[in-house]
C-alpha cells in the first residue's frame, strides 16, 4: 500500500469532539451563541491567563474587531512585524489603516523590541505615534511581552498581542496572550487546538468584550426590534464549532507536549549536519512548538531549503518555507519598512517540518529518511 501523506500541521481529533458536537446539534444550539461558545470563551480566556474571552468566526476577524476596538481606522497606522502570516497585516488594511513594518531580533524571531524603541521615540519628537503595535507570536513562541510593554507604555501605546500561533506556549510562566490591553487566538485547522475554523479575543477588559461581541454580531441594540447603532460585522462563532473546539482544548497540555517532542526528535537527528539549525528558543519562555523550522546556512549546509522541499514532496511529506515578509508582499510594497536584514535572512533559509501532535514516531522516521 502506498503510505499515507504526511501533512505539515493537521486537525487532531481527541475522541471528545464527537459526544460535545453530538450535545450541541441535539440541543439544537447551532447559532451562532449557545451554552458551548459561553463556555468555550470562558475556557480559553483560562487558558491564555484572561478574565473573559469573546469568540469569532476566525483569528483575523478577532484581530480585525480587536484593533478597532483600540482606536485603529482611517489615517492612523500601526507597527507591525514583517516577519509574520499576512493576516497580521490584512486586519490593519481592513481598518482603513496603514501597516509600518519592523523587523524580527535575530534571537527570538519575533518583534524586535530594540526597532520598536527607535521607531516609537522617532515618531514622539515628531507627532505620529501609531494608533497600536502589534506582537506577534511566531511558530508557537511569544514575543518579549514584557520589554515590549514597557516600551509601549512610555508612549501610551496599545499593544496588542496576535497568539494565533501560540496557544499553550508560556512566558516568564504566564500563559501565551496574557499580555498587551488583549490578545487573539486561531482555531484554524492548522492550529494545535482547531475548530476547522474560529478565533477568539481574549482580555481582562470586560467592557471591551463586550463590546466585541457586540461588533461581531452585527452591533445590534438589545430589544425586540432590529435596530442598529452601529456597524457591526458578521463574525461570531456557531455553538457547534464551539463545542469541538472544547473538546480540543481539554487536552492543549498533551498537544503542546507531542509537539515538543517533534522538535527535539528533529533537532537530535539534524543538529549535528554541517549548516543545520533550529529556530532559537527564548530563555523568558516556553513556546508551544506550534511548527518546528528547521534552517539551512548557506555555504555551509549540503543543500538549500528548494531541495528540502522538493525531497520531501516526492515522498508525499507536506513541508513549507518560512513566512515570506511583509514589505515583501505587493499588496505592502510601499509600506514603511524598518530592518536589521533577519526576516529577510529567514525567509531564504527556514522551512517548516511536519509537526502534527498526532504525528506517529513511523511517521517522523519517515519525514528524517527523506532529510
Given at each position: 500500500?502506498?503510505?499515507?501523506?504526511?501533512?505539515?500541521?493537521?486537525?487532531?481529533?481527541?475522541?471528545?469532539?464527537?459526544?460535545?458536537?453530538?450535545?450541541?446539534?441535539?440541543?439544537?444550539?447551532?447559532?451562532?451563541?449557545?451554552?458551548?461558545?459561553?463556555?468555550?470563551?470562558?475556557?480559553?480566556?483560562?487558558?491564555?491567563?484572561?478574565?473573559?474571552?469573546?469568540?469569532?468566526?476566525?483569528?483575523?476577524?478577532?484581530?480585525?474587531?480587536?484593533?478597532?476596538?483600540?482606536?485603529?481606522?482611517?489615517?492612523?497606522e500601526v507597527l507591525v512585524p514583517t516577519f509574520t502570516f499576512i493576516a497580521s497585516a490584512n486586519a490593519v488594511a481592513y481598518l482603513g489603516a496603514r501597516p509600518c513594518f519592523l523587523d524580527s531580533d535575530p534571537a527570538t524571531w519575533t518583534l524586535d523590541p530594540a526597532l520598536v524603541a527607535e521607531e516609537l521615540e522617532r515618531r514622539a519628537r515628531t507627532g505620529t505615534l501609531p494608533a497600536a503595535v502589534i506582537a506577534v507570536d511566531i511558530y508557537g513562541q511569544c514575543?518579549?511581552?514584557?520589554?515590549?510593554?514597557?516600551?509601549?507604555?512610555?508612549?501610551?501605546?496599545?499593544?496588542?498581542?496576535?497568539?494565533?500561533?501560540?496557544?499553550?506556549?508560556?512566558?516568564?510562566?504566564?500563559?501565551?496572550?496574557?499580555?498587551?490591553?488583549?490578545?487573539?487566538?486561531?482555531?484554524?485547522?492548522?492550529?494545535?487546538?482547531?475548530?476547522?475554523?474560529?478565533g477568539m479575543i481574549v482580555s481582562d477588559d470586560e467592557e471591551l468584550l463586550a463590546r466585541a461581541r457586540s461588533l461581531a454580531a452585527q452591533a445590534r441594540d438589545p430589544g425586540p426590534a432590529f435596530v442598529h447603532s452601529d456597524i457591526g460585522y458578521n463574525y461570531r462563532l456557531s455553538n457547534v464549532l464551539a463545542a469541538l473546539g472544547r473538546a480540543q482544548l481539554e487536552s492543549l497540555g498533551e498537544r503542546v507536549t507531542a509537539r515538543q517532542a517533534r522538535r527535539r526528535v528533529y533537532e537530535e537527528a539534524m543538529g549535528g549536519h554541517r549548516g543545520v539549525s533550529f529556530m532559537p528558543r527564548a530563555g523568558y519562555g516556553s513556546p508551544s512548538d506550534w511548527l518546528t523550522v528547521m534552517t539551512l546556512e548557506p555555504g555551509l549546509a549540503r543543500c538549500d531549503v528548494a531541495r528540502v522541499l522538493e525531497v520531501l514532496e516526492d515522498g508525499d511529506i507536506e513541508a513549507r518555507p518560512t513566512w515570506r515578509p511583509m514589505h515583501l508582499q505587493p499588496p505592502y510594497a510601499d509600506s514603511p519598512f524598518l530592518s536589521n536584514g533577519t526576516a529577510d535572512r529567514l525567509s531564504h533559509i527556514g522551512v517548516c517540518l511536519p509537526s502534527g501532535s498526532a504525528m506517529t514516531q513511523a511517521d517522523q522516521q519517515r519525514v528524517l529518511e527523506r532529510l
Open positions: 500500500m502506498t503510505p499515507a501523506k504526511i501533512f505539515l500541521s493537521p486537525p487532531h481529533l481527541s475522541g471528545r469532539e464527537r459526544e460535545l458536537v453530538l450535545d450541541a446539534l441535539d440541543s439544537n444550539w447551532v447559532a451562532p451563541l449557545g451554552p458551548h461558545v459561553d463556555a468555550f470563551e470562558r475556557e480559553t480566556a483560562f487558558a491564555c491567563g484572561r478574565r473573559g474571552g469573546a469568540a469569532t468566526s476566525s483569528g483575523t476577524a478577532a484581530l480585525h474587531l480587536l484593533l478597532r476596538l483600540v482606536g485603529v481606522g482611517p489615517g492612523t514575543a518579549d511581552y514584557a520589554t515590549l510593554l514597557d516600551i509601549t507604555s512610555r508612549y501610551d501605546v496599545p499593544l496588542v498581542v496576535d497568539a494565533a500561533e501560540s496557544l499553550g506556549a508560556t512566558y516568564g510562566g504566564r500563559p501565551a496572550g496574557s499580555a498587551g490591553v488583549a490578545a487573539v487566538v486561531s482555531f484554524n485547522g492548522n492550529k494545535i487546538v482547531t475548530c476547522g475554523g474560529g
